[in-house]
C-alpha cells in the first residue's frame, strides 16, 4: 500500500545531541514537508522540497536541518542548537493541489 | 499575510447531535481549502477539499463543508455526530497554488454519550 512511514515513533535525545527523524514515502510526491506539532499550537512548518536535492526554510527552521537526496526520503536533523526540540513531529508528502498526506508522526523528547 | 482562524478550541457536543466547526481565512487569491482530522498520537487525515466550482464540497465521514467568500469563511459541518468523531479537527489554506499548507490552531471535538 502506498503511504508515509515515518520511524522511529517515539525518540528520546539527550541535551547537546543531534537526532534524526526518518520520513520515506512511495506515493511518487514530489513535494515533501515537516511539521512540528506542540499543544494548542497547531501545525507549524519547519522546511519543505519541491523537488530533490532542493529544500527552502519554513517558519521555523532554525536549529532543524534536512536533505533531500532521493525522491522517497526526507529526513528530518534536530541539532542541538534547537533549545526546545520536544514535540510532535509531522511528515507529509503533496502533488501541488491535491493536498498532503501525512505519516503517523514521530514524539520527541528531551531527557 | 495568509492565516487560518478556528475561533473554537474546543467543542462538546451530544452524540447523535448536528456539528458545525467553524474556519476563517486570509489569503488574497481564490484559496485552496481543507479539512484534515486528527485522532491522538496520529498523523492528520484529509476530510475533504475545496478549489473550485460547487461551492459545498462532500467529504468522507459523512462531513461536508461550505465555502463562503463573502465571509472568507469554510465551515465543516455533519448532520449526526458519532463518538468515534472525537477528535482534533484542523482546516488548512493552500498558498502559492497550493504548494504550501497554513493550518489554524485546531478545534478538539468531544462527544458526550
Known amino acids: 500500500d502506498g503511504g508515509i512511514t515515518q520511524s522511529p515513533k517515539y525518540l528520546f535525545r539527550k541535551e547537546g545531541q543531534n537526532v534524526t527523524l526518518s520520513c520515506e514515502q512511495n506515493l511518487n510526491h514530489d513535494a515533501m514537508y515537516w511539521y512540528r506539532q506542540d499543544p494548542g499550537q497547531g501545525l507549524r512548518l519547519i522546511y519543505y522540497?519541491?523537488?530533490?536535492?532542493?529544500?527552502q526554510k519554513g517558519d521555523i527552521a532554525e536549529g532543524y536541518s534536512v536533505s533531500r537526496e532521493k525522491k522517497e526520503s526526507f529526513p528530518l536533523t534536530v541539532t542541538s542548537a534547537q533549545k526546545n526540540p520536544t514535540a510532535f513531529y509531522l511528515c507529509a508528502s503533496g502533488t501541488r493541489g491535491y493536498g498532503y498526506t501525512f505519516g503517523s508522526g514521530t514524539r520527541l523528547t528531551v531527557v | 499575510a495568509q492565516s487560518v482562524t478556528q475561533p473554537d478550541i474546543h467543542i462538546t457536543v451530544s452524540e447523535g447531535a448536528s456539528l458545525e466547526l467553524r474556519c476563517n481565512y486570509s489569503y488574497g487569491a481564490t484559496p485552496y481549502l481543507f479539512w484534515y482530522v486528527q485522532s491522538p498520537g496520529q498523523g492528520l487525515q484529509l476530510l475533504l477539499k475545496y478549489f473550485s466550482g460547487d461551492t459545498l464540497v462532500q467529504g468522507i465521514k459523512g462531513f461536508e463543508a461550505e465555502f463562503k467568500r463573502s465571509q472568507s469563511s469554510f465551515n465543516l459541518r455533519k448532520p449526526s455526530v458519532h463518538w468515534s468523531d472525537a477528535a482534533e479537527y484542523f482546516c488548512?489554506?493552500?498558498?502559492?497554488?497550493?504548494?504550501?499548507?497554513?493550518f489554524g490552531q485546531g478545534t478538539r471535538l468531544t462527544i458526550n454519550p
Open positions: 522540497s519541491q523537488i530533490v536535492n532542493d529544500f
Open positions: 488548512a489554506v493552500g498558498i502559492q497554488g497550493a504548494q504550501k499548507l497554513v
